[in-house]
T-cell receptor, first 117, second 115 residues
Framework: AQTVTQSQPEMSVQEAETVTLSCTYD???????LFWYKQPPSRQMILVIR??????QNATENRFSVNFQKAAKSFSLKISDSQLGDAAMYFCAYRIRTQGGSEKLVFGKGMKLTVNP | NAGVTQTPKFQVLKTGQSMTLQCAQD?????MSWYRQDPGMGLRLIHYSVGAGITDQGEVPNGYNVSRSTTEDFPLRLLSAAPSQTSVYFC??????????????FGPGTRLTVL
């Protein structure tokens, strides 16, 4: 079964500090994509960062970066210089191909990040 | 460019009622999908469409119908609402790139309560 596991349901970080969110996944495919989505209280799902499995270089988007360990099937998100606006639910997701030939996202259960001033 | 829009934002139904959740995108994306989000469950795929006139079932399709008559619109119909369908519903769209799809973009969600 294709699964995405976020083992920590909640984390907190002090403003301006760094926090790392963990994610592991299970797949037998060699070519796939991994994503981190942020969901603030507004409920909007916002793409934070994406990683292609065939790329060895870790993706970076401003204060957000990933540590992609393909052999270990690990995909953690590092948030540097945390800001109050980073407080949200964070979802790790993995894109798989369905039997019908299309694709879908498989989501982890999410992790609530609190940023303390 | 409004992105992905969903209406209504909130809805309360009685058991057995029917309704349609609307989803539209103005990015000319071929791929559209519906997810439901339940507490502690993450998002689960209900139905998806790879283009106008083509739809298929996702992980949890029972109790829902979809159609895709245009590229822009992908409505989700609840034929006979049940309390188990109380959830937050998200529509998403993405561009197709050959046999793959690009990053999915989500609408703001619809919170549905079935009494």
């Amino acid at each position: 079964a294709q699964t995405v596991t976020q083992s920590q349901p909640e984390m907190s970080v002090q403003e301006a500090e760094t926090v790392t969110l963990s994610c592991t996944y299970d797949t037998s495919e060699s070519d796939y994509y991994l994503f981190w989505y942020k969901q603030p209280p507004s409920r909007q799902m916002i793409l934070v960062i994406r990683q292609e499995a065939y790329k060895q270089q870790n993706a970076t988007e401003n204060r957000f970066s990933v540590n992609f360990q393909k052999a270990a099937k690990s995909f953690s998100l590092k948030i540097s210089d945390s800001q109050l606006g980073d407080a949200a639910m964070y979802f790790c997701a993995y894109r798989i191909r369905t039997q019908g030939g299309s694709e879908k996202l498989v989501f982890g259960k999410g992790m609530k990040l609190t940023v303390n001033p | 460019n409004a992105g992905v829009t969903q209406t209504p934002k909130f809805q309360v139904l009685k058991t057995g009622q029917s309704m349609t959740l609307q989803c539209a995108q103005d990015m000319n994306h071929e791929y559209m999908s519906w997810y439901r989000q339940d507490p502690g469950m993450g998002l689960r795929l209900i139905h998806y469409s790879v283009g106008a006139g083509i739809t298929d079932q996702g992980e949890v399709p029972n109790g829902y119908n979809v159609s895709r008559s245009t590229t822009e619109d992908f409505p989700l119909r609840l034929l006979s609402a049940a309390p188990s369908q109380t959830s937050v519903y998200f529509c998403a769209s993405s561009r197709r790139t050959g046999v793959s799809t690009d990053t999915q973009y989500f609408g703001p969600g619809t919170r549905l309560t079935v009494l």
